[in-house]
């Protein structure tokens, strides 16, 4: 298939008519080139920036990156990028899917016959047949049930490490002007007010002006001394992808003053604020409240998302105080789910967790040596309670 399919016809074949019936169906796996991967997934409802192979390439280069697109009646339904970590030694690997697996139509009647269809060839190709570890990280769920971690606990997967604030802060988005409002908490309210009184404007930008971004997020992190763990060096390669991909900037000014500044991934259901910026100036004139409210309103008018993803909190309190008070009364806060393992082989999953296990005391180990950095802004946000959701 083409890498210069148009959206429109992408629309139309991700779209198959008719009911598959959940014992019946008959999924077709197939490996594809990076280019046709992320012009085809860019028409998925669940499609998510970790999924698209310009970005995986760029952030995890010392993996093998294998894009399986998954077809009924050579109509692709769903899709797992998946990165292949060999173990030191060459003794095993893990096959990862973070965010995955991702359905082209999460309105088809037989969304979850599809979803657990994936999974199993998943577990079939890469645990039965390559004798791997299958890692999955699922999404956070917008639902109080979260079915993608359920489904994948149902099909043996066996729960593994979990984040430290594993909330994510979820916006609803297609609300007419006056029920946004009305949706957020009081004092967000109040000081998105005071903001609209100072002068400020709002500009969506090409991306040509991603320079004038990276100036104003590399004086803030200097500025606020903030650890960062990001893929912020990923941003090149994304700005160049076809338009449904790419992430789309926005500005605020006071007058000819940029003071304030967001990259957000817009593509499928859930929106997703990846980066932002601010100057020093941004704080009294309350720029970020002004930014946001009117990104919401650009994506409720300008795309077909449902929610407005503004990720986590890395444990900072006055960052989960903004986000709290932006969802409000009409979005959520819920968690990301553990990390789900699966392995048909008792050593290859002895292997595979064994050394997940050691890649995640590295990452806790680098984050308790920037907190011990009295330089580095210092998390003050109280640890949740131990998650009782995920079993």
Same mark, same amino acid.
């Given at each position: 298939m083409s890498a210069a399919v148009s959206s429109v016809d992408r629309v139309e074949m991700l779209r198959p008519s008719g009911a598959l019936r959940a014992d019946t169906i008959e999924l077709t796996r197939r490996l594809v080139?990076?280019?046709?991967?992320?012009?085809?997934?860019?028409?998925?409802?669940?499609?998510?920036?970790?999924?698209?192979?310009?970005?995986?390439?760029?952030?995890?280069?010392?993996?093998?990156?294998?894009?399986?697109?998954?077809? /009924?009646?050579?109509?692709?339904?769903?899709? /797992?990028?998946?990165? !292949?970590q060999r173990l030191p030694g060459g003794l095993s690997s893990i096959a990862i899917a973070k965010w995955a697996p991702m359905i082209a139509d999460t309105q088809h009647p037989e969304a979850d016959a599809i979803y657990n269809a994936m999974v199993a060839a998943l577990k079939a190709e890469y645990a039965d047949k390559r004798g791997m570890l299958v890692s999955i990280l699922p999404h956070a769920s917008t639902d109080p049930h979260n079915a993608d971690y359920a489904a994948l606990r149902g099909a043996g997967f066996k729960r593994g490490y979990a984040l430290t604030y594993p909330d994510r802060y979820l916006v609803k988005l297609q609300l007419s002007e006056a029920e946004l409002r009305a949706s957020f908490d009081q004092t967000w309210r109040r000081q998105l007010t005071k903001?609209?009184?100072?002068?400020?404007? #709002?500009?969506?930008?090409?991306?040509?002006?991603?320079?004038a971004f990276k100036l104003l997020y590399a004086a803030m992190s200097e500025r606020k001394l903030f650890p960062d763990f990001s893929a912020f060096d990923t941003l090149d390669k994304l700005f160049v992808l076809d338009p449904t991909l790419r992430p789309e900037l926005f500005y605020v000014y006071e007058g000819d003053a940029?003071?304030?500044?967001?990259?957000?991934?817009?593509?499928?259901?859930?929106?997703?604020?990846?980066?932002?910026?601010t100057n020093a100036a941004a704080l009294p004139?309350?720029?970020?409240?002004?930014?946001? #409210?009117?990104?919401?309103?650009?994506?409720?008018?300008?795309?077909?998302?449902?929610?407005?993803?503004?990720?986590?909190?890395?444990?900072?309190?006055?960052?989960?105080? #903004?986000?709290?008070?932006?969802?409000?009364?009409?979005?959520?806060?819920?968690?990301?789910?553990?990390? /789900?393992?699966?392995?048909?082989?008792?050593?290859?999953?002895?292997?595979?967790?064994?050394?997940?296990?050691?890649?995640?005391?590295?990452?806790?180990?680098?984050?308790?040596?920037?907190?011990?950095?009295?330089? !580095?802004?210092?998390?003050?946000?109280?640890?949740?309670?131990?998650?009782?959701? #995920?079993?």
């Open positions: 080139s990076a280019d046709d991967w992320d012009a085809i997934i860019s028409g998925f409802d669940t499609v998510c920036q970790e999924q698209i192979f310009a970005f995986a390439q760029l952030r995890w280069p010392s993996v093998t990156l294998e894009p399986n697109l998954f077809y /009924v009646s050579n109509v692709p339904v769903g899709g /797992v990028l998946i990165m !292949i903001s609209e009184k100072n002068n400020l404007r #709002f500009e969506h930008a090409p991306p040509e002006q991603l320079g940029l003071v304030a500044g967001a990259v957000i991934f817009k593509a499928g259901k859930r929106a997703v604020y990846l980066y932002g910026a004139l309350r720029a970020g409240y002004f930014l946001h #409210f009117h990104i919401i309103q650009w994506l409720s008018q300008s795309t077909d998302a449902e929610w407005y993803d503004l990720g986590g909190t890395d444990g900072f309190l006055g960052l989960h105080q #903004f986000k709290k008070g932006m969802v409000g009364s009409r979005g959520v806060i819920t968690p990301v789910p553990p990390v /789900v393992n699966y392995a048909s082989n008792p050593l290859a999953y002895a292997l595979g967790v064994g050394a997940l296990g050691a890649r995640e005391m590295l990452h806790r180990l680098r984050r308790t040596l920037s907190r011990a950095n009295r330089n !580095i802004a210092q998390s003050d946000q109280p640890l949740p309670p131990l998650d009782r959701q #995920f079993s």
